[in-house]
């Protein structure tokens, strides 16, 4: 997986923030608190240029699986750095970092057998999300969403994605293929709350679609949920497509997720801020 070099408006490094979510660290005796990170996570190696990050499980709980961080490029350092600046700021606030003991702590251990409805929930939730990452590509290729959020929330997978265009082709497309019995998810669309393909529904800005799915064999509930919202943030695209260009979405891509008028505005703007 490749990283950005940064999160947030203040420029925080993103390399240092992914593994202060991820390397689990048993907390100071006496304070109650959970462990940190993923418990038996273990980072494997780190490469000769420390670029990358290699990062397995002690117990693979019948799903062995290797994970690869690469350092993302423009920052001097590498992941030795990042790696002993954490360390560092784990023993200095009481914190015993785990991701080089080679077998499972006991601190770990507690916690899994005192959670484990909770660890089969957050395996059940990691492997829809690896499922979703594999097919990130189908939010830009099938859709015209302009924004798209995902996160999990302890429960399932939550997407929240925008588009310019309030037409139903565009979610549909996407459903179509997350749900494919062959190449999608195991899942169906198992409760649906959308009217804007119907002939007669008009149409309002802040319009949202909801989807909810199930599992495809299990019937489990929500696995994941989607809700595609159509509505500009303030009626001005000028921020999007600014972002969208900084990071090099293509022109032709561009011209499908936004209306002409959005980008002519957008051109029109950024040569009058040129001109001052």
């Known amino acids: 997986m490749s990283l950005d070099a940064y999160v947030g408006q203040e420029k925080y490094s993103f390399p240092e923030h992914c593994l202060s979510r991820l390397l689990p660290a048993a907390p100071a005796p006496g304070s109650g608190d ?7 996570l273990r980072v494997s190696s780190i490469d000769a240029r420390g670029r990358e990050m290699r ?7 019948g799903q062995a699986a290797t994970l690869v961080l690469a350092f993302p490029r423009g920052l001097p350092e590498g992941w030795e750095e990042v790696e002993r600046r954490h360390r560092h700021w784990c ?8 991701w080089k003991s080679p077998g499972l702590d006991p601190v770990e251990s507690a916690y899994i057998n005192a959670f484990s ?7 059940r939730r990691a492997a ?8 990130i590509a189908l939010f830009h290729t099938v859709t015209a969403f302009y ?11 939550k997407i929240d994605a925008r588009t310019a265009h309030p037409l139903a082709i565009w979610h549909d497309q996407l459903l179509q293929r997350l749900c494919h019995p062959r190449w999608g998810l195991p899942v169906q669309v198992s409760h649906r709350f959308c009217h804007c393909a119907e002939p007669d529904s008009p149409y309002q800005w802040g319009h949202t679609c909801s989807f909810y799915f199930g599992d495809r064999d299990t019937r489990e509930d929500d696995p994941v949920y989607l809700r595609v919202h159509a509505s500009p943030e303030g009626r001005d695209y000028d921020r999007q497509i600014e972002t969208l260009r900084q990071v090099g979405a293509p022109e032709a891509w561009m011209a499908r997720a936004f209306p002409q008028r ?5 051109e029109q703007h950024f040569q009058e801020e040129q001109l001052r």
């Open 262 to 266: 959005a980008i002519r505005h957008h």
């Open 128 to 135: 829809v999300g690896s499922a979703l990452l594999r097919r």
């Open 117 to 123: 409805s909770l660890e089969r929930s957050r395996s």
């Open 34 to 40: 959970e462990p940190h990170g993923i418990p038996g």
């Open 147 to 157: 924004r798209v959020q995902c996160w999990d929330d302890g429960d399932s997978w």
């Open 55 to 61: 990062l397995h499980m002690v117990e693979d709980r």
């Open 91 to 98: 023993e200095g606030n009481g914190l015993r970092p785990l």
